[in-house]
């Protein structure tokens, strides 16, 4: 089976760890690809300095990628989930 994404993702963060940015879960015996602790953590911090005061253009940027990896993830996961529902 052939799959298309039609996400492309020129380049990741640059603060995103090459190691452990990304876990696993079997979540009703499906694989969920999710954000790893450390990741989620960053993106907390961007997002509670956006509120508190304006962000830098690389502090806007980095969260900027950091939405485009985790709508990625989103979508891996939707197609992971919807392919092992029609195997069912």
Same mark, same amino acid.
């Given at each position: ?16 760890? *090459? /190691? ?6 079997? $979540? ?9 602790? *450390? $990741? ?8 509670? %300095? ?10 806007? %940027? ?7 990896? /985790? /709508? ?6 939707? $197609? ?9």
């Amino acid at each position: 089976m052939t799959i298309n994404l039609p996400i492309k993702l020129s380049h990741l963060p640059n603060s995103l760890p *090459l /190691d452990g940015a990304v876990r696993i879960e079997l $979540v009703e015996e499906v694989l969920i690809f999710r954000a790893s602790s *450390l $990741v989620q953590g960053r993106i907390e911090a961007l997002l509670i %300095k956006q509120k508190e005061s304006a962000l830098t253009s690389d502090e806007e %940027k980095e969260l900027d990628e950091y939405e485009e990896l /985790d /709508d990625y993830l989103s979508f891996v996961n939707r $197609v992971i989930k919807n392919s092992s529902l029609t195997q069912n």
